[in-house]
């Protein structure tokens, strides 16, 4: 998967104005995820930009018909939204900053190149993880070391699964025990996606600023 982030600090201009006492200034920043899915094949993927409802035709509205889409909740396992005659089989389902999902190019001879645009999260952000596997991403494009960088609340028996694009398989689990990683600490990069079995309900909080 490659993927690139380019990010403007852009003044979107007076929110209200306050009279004599003052105003205030909305400043957002903005910016584009690139995502390439080689032919026939899957990336582990994240939205981490806001637009809209982050509906699937918000975040993707256009790409070529059999793309599809695999979300994963632990209650119903995997689902598959088809784009099919322009338009998502599923069209309000989403694809939120703090979620993951699969995409899938079927072209068997071109690579599929989608382009996310939207405003970063900032602020206090929270995704939910429950006891079990959970399909998640950082909720911001950052990319780092799950916990020193991106603050990943690590717990004794948490396992990280990472897929590979260019073999189109898992790397080998990655467990979290005594304090340390077995294979050293996650490289989790910008529009990636990854599972996580937890060993306990927790949230991962952080406060994310572009400033």
Avoid: C, H
């Amino acid at each position: 998967m490659r993927t690139q982030l380019i990010l403007t600090t852009a003044a979107l201009g007076v929110a209200s104005s306050l009279g004599a006492f003052g105003q205030v200034y909305s400043v957002n920043a903005v910016g584009y995820i690139n995502i390439t899915v080689p032919a026939k094949s899957y990336v582990l993927t994240a939205n981490q930009l806001n637009v809209g409802g982050n509906t699937l035709k918000e975040v993707l509205p256009t790409v070529p018909d059999g793309t599809v889409v695999f979300k994963y909740t632990q209650a119903s396992g995997f689902a598959a939204i088809g784009f099919e005659f322009g338009e998502w089989g599923t069209p309000t389902a989403t694809l939120k900053p703090g979620e993951g999902a699969f995409l899938q190019n079927n072209n068997p001879t071109a690579p599929l190149t989608v382009t996310l645009v939207g405003e970063v999260p900032q602020g206090t952000l929270s995704t939910a993880l429950l006891k079990g596997l959970n399909l998640i991403s950082s909720q911001v494009p950052q990319a780092g070391k799950l916990v020193t960088d991106l603050k990943f609340p690590a717990t004794e028996g948490d396992v990280v699964y990472q897929w590979n694009t260019t073999t189109q398989k898992y790397n080998d689990p990655n467990g979290f025990e005594f304090g340390e990683w077995g294979k050293g600490e996650p490289a989790i990069a910008v529009g990636e996606g990854f599972f996580v079995n937890k060993a306990a309900n927790a949230s991962w909080d952080r406060t994310f600023s572009v400033n």
